[in-house]
């Protein structure tokens, strides 16, 4: 009994988890796009570590990657590959972050829109969202060996 | 339901993206002061620019963007160009009497000359750590003006009423309209649409020159 309230706690936890981190990419994605591309082109440029032709392309289709992922997390369908998908990304953004703050660029984040500034709230912020990302990707991948069925 | 809001979804964000960042109908622009403006006012693309003397992104701007955007579209007539104050006295002291001495140079005819050298000087005369911070925007201006000029600019500095409005007239475009909170900013107006770019200083010129060549092919 306690066993079955523990999976049933831990599935209700996964969903919020996964709605959760469904919404901030959705909103992210929302800042991005009601802003012209080359406002985001500028905050990508600011990072210093793109070629300058790949900031059109990217700042037009990253915004819209955020949303599909977003949309496919509040979705539930391939959770777990998902949620996988969206730990890479978040991890890949933390680091680009937090290498930006230690040599010391004064520049926005971008994460979601202009104004906010790249600095130890901001990396706090995406670091909680990144190990919610890890959590609800290692909770999904559990839940989904749990539930293979034993093959004697 | 989740279905639904699911397929809402892509629809929301696409009306985001399709609805103008902020319609010039809505408010209509406050004119801006004739000496201000610059390029062709029959260009189809307009592009504002605040900036605060006292900001050394702003300097940075002058210094390294508008070289090369004056050459490309505000002599060549593809855009209308109009230099607006947007002076964040909080944290720059100096930098609503630097507007008051641009300007005062401006109804003189001095305008462009004037703007570039307050921003050329500014190490000499803005708070620190960008200046020595001795407020000595007067020495500065001075350098560039002949004598009788330089004269006229310091009586219009010490009494002209008309200069501030001027700059409360761009600061209620910025806070009203464009909704500006850092400088510089660009705006660029195409098709009754304003699309404020605070990020200016951190791309290529040559990103922001596809950029703006998309707008005055209309797409």
Redesign the interface.
């Known amino acids: 009994m306690s066993r079955l309230i523990n999976q049933g706690n831990l599935h209700r936890w996964l969903i919020a988890g996964r709605l959760i981190l469904a919404a901030i990419f959705?909103v992210a994605?929302?800042a991005k796009?009601?802003?012209?591309?080359?406002?985001?082109?500028?905050?990508l440029?600011?990072y210093e570590l793109l070629p300058?032709w790949a900031?059109?392309p990217l700042a037009k289709t990253l915004p819209w990657a955020e949303?599909a992922l977003?949309?496919a997390l509040?979705?539930g369908i391939w959770q777990r590959w998902f949620a996988l998908i969206a730990s890479l990304l978040l991890t890949l953004f933390f680091a680009v972050m937090l290498r930006s703050y230690i040599v010391g660029l004064k520049?926005?984040c971008?994460c979601f829109g202009?104004?906010d500034a790249l600095g130890p709230k901001t990396l706090a912020r995406d670091f909680s969202m990144l190990a919610l990302a890890v959590i609800v990707t290692i909770g999904s991948f559990r839940r989904q060996n749990k539930m293979q069925p034993v093959v004697a | 339901m989740?279905r639904t809001?699911?397929l809402l979804?892509?629809a929301?964000?696409l009306s985001?993206?399709t609805?103008p960042?902020h319609k010039a109908a809505a408010v209509s622009p406050a004119p801006s002061t004739n000496f201000k403006v610059s390029g062709s006012p029959s260009a189809t693309v307009e592009l504002d620019a605040y900036t605060d003397y006292e900001c050394p992104h702003c300097a940075r701007f002058f210094a390294e963007f508008m070289p090369q955007f004056t050459a490309d579209y505000i002599k060549t007539g593809k855009v209308k160009f109009v230099h607006r104050d947007f002076p964040i006295t909080q944290i720059h002291p100096h930098a609503q009497l630097a507007a008051r001495y641009a300007n005062a140079a401006g109804e003189l005819g001095f305008y462009d000359i004037v703007v570039n050298q307050i921003f050329k000087m500014q190490d000499a005369w803005a708070i620190a750590p960008y200046g020595k911070n001795t407020g000595d925007i007067d020495g500065a201006v001075a350098q560039v003006l002949p004598p009788g000029a330089m004269q006229k600019v310091r009586e219009l500095v010490k009494t002209d009423p008309r200069l501030d409005e001027s700059v409360k007239t761009d600061m209620a475009m910025a806070n009203n309209v464009d909704h500006i909170?850092?400088t510089p900013t660009i705006v660029?107006i195409s098709n009754g649409k304003r699309?404020?770019?605070?990020?200016?200083?951190?791309?290529?010129y040559?990103?922001?020159k596809?950029?703006l060549d998309q707008k005055l092919a209309g797409k």
């Open positions: 959705v994605a929302y796009l009601k802003a012209p591309w080359i406002e985001f082109a500028g905050s440029g600011a300058d900031l059109e949303l977003g949309v509040i979705s520049i926005d971008g202009p104004g | 989740m809001l699911l979804l892509p929301l964000v985001a993206q609805a960042v909170n850092s660029v699309e404020p770019i605070s990020t200016i200083m951190n791309m290529p040559s990103v922001f596809q950029y």
